[in-house]
């Protein structure tokens, strides 16, 4: 019921767009700007390409991103994310998270999900081309991707149980005392927390998501 309720509520915040011509995708936007492409057949048989836009770094007047949907090259609407679009045979369903997108899927009225198609200019579609002509060095890098977030996880979680058992007074009196087997230095802490943020980074280009892990290195 509560994921109905937010389904609606997220409907009801779409607003009609301007009209306005979609902008090309520029290199320079790699790491700021997504953009897919669903294709569906509308009256009479004629194919209409929607586009969401969703620009990173671009906030409303009260912080939140906005996701922008295009219908054959001209802005249709619009809202702030998580969104909800609906059109012909479903909805059009977009989430983010600090790294970029964890959700853009076409649903149709039935329940069956559908990825949109990234564009072939943007970070999340030359990802996609990377993992169909080498879809082994493809696994290689997401494997290491989640094995990079699953230390950066462990360590957060030695380093907290340290703090957490450090005063006498507090807890350690009942539990003990911990000294976290791994101490690194400050720069080591910094050259941690980079590489996670790569690694949350990659997967979004592939709209992965993990709330416990992608969540602790945002």
Same mark, same amino acid.
């Given at each position: 019921?509560?994921?109905?309720?937010? @389904?609606?509520?997220?409907?009801?915040?779409?607003?009609?767009?301007?009209?306005?011509?979609?902008?090309?995708?520029?290199?320079?936007?790699?790491?700021?700007?997504?953009?897919?492409?669903?294709?569906?057949?509308?009256?009479?048989?004629?194919?209409?390409?929607?586009?969401?836009?969703?620009? #990173?770094?671009?906030?409303?007047?009260?912080? #939140?991103?906005?996701? #922008? $949907?295009?219908?054959?090259?001209? @802005? @249709?609407?619009?809202?702030?994310?998580?969104?909800?679009?609906?059109?012909?045979?479903?909805?059009?369903?977009?989430?983010?998270?600090?790294?970029? $997108?964890?959700?853009?899927?076409?649903?149709?009225?039935?329940?069956?999900?559908?990825?949109?198609?990234?564009?072939?200019?943007?970070?999340?579609?030359?990802?996609?081309?990377?993992?169909?002509? @080498?879809?082994?060095?493809?696994?290689?890098?997401?494997?290491?991707?989640?094995?990079?977030?699953?230390?950066?996880?462990?360590?957060?979680?030695?380093?907290?149980?340290?703090?957490?058992?450090?005063?006498?007074?507090? $807890?350690?009196?009942?539990?003990?005392?911990?000294?976290?087997?791994?101490?690194?230095?400050?720069?080591?802490?910094?050259?941690?927390?980079?590489?996670?943020?790569?690694?949350?980074?990659?997967?979004? $280009?592939?709209?992965?998501?993990?709330?416990?892990?992608?969540?602790?290195?945002?």
């Amino acid at each position: 019921m509560f994921k109905e309720w937010r @389904h609606r509520r997220a409907v009801q915040r779409v607003k009609p767009g301007d009209g306005r011509p979609l902008k090309g995708f520029r290199w320079w936007q790699m790491l700021t700007r997504a953009l897919f492409h669903l294709r569906l057949m509308g009256d009479g048989g004629r194919q209409a390409v929607y586009t969401v836009d969703v620009r #990173h770094q671009k906030q409303s007047s009260n912080g #939140h991103v906005k996701a #922008h $949907l295009y219908l054959d090259g001209r @802005h @249709h609407a619009e809202s702030r994310v998580p969104a909800v679009f609906p059109v012909p045979g479903g909805t059009v369903e977009v989430r983010a998270s600090n790294f970029g $997108l964890k959700r853009c899927h076409y649903v149709t009225a039935e329940g069956a999900e559908f990825q949109l198609v990234p564009d072939t200019a943007s970070a999340e579609g030359r990802r996609a081309r990377l993992d169909r002509a @080498h879809p082994a060095l493809s696994r290689s890098i997401g494997s290491l991707s989640v094995m990079v977030l699953v230390i950066g996880l462990v360590l957060l979680i030695l380093q907290l149980v340290e703090q957490v058992t450090r005063d006498p007074e507090g $807890l350690a009196q009942y539990v003990g005392s911990f000294t976290s087997p791994a101490d690194l230095p400050g720069w080591g802490n910094a050259v941690l927390g980079l590489v996670t943020v790569a690694a949350s980074t990659e997967r979004a $280009l592939r709209l992965r998501y993990s709330r416990l892990l992608d969540g602790g290195a945002g």
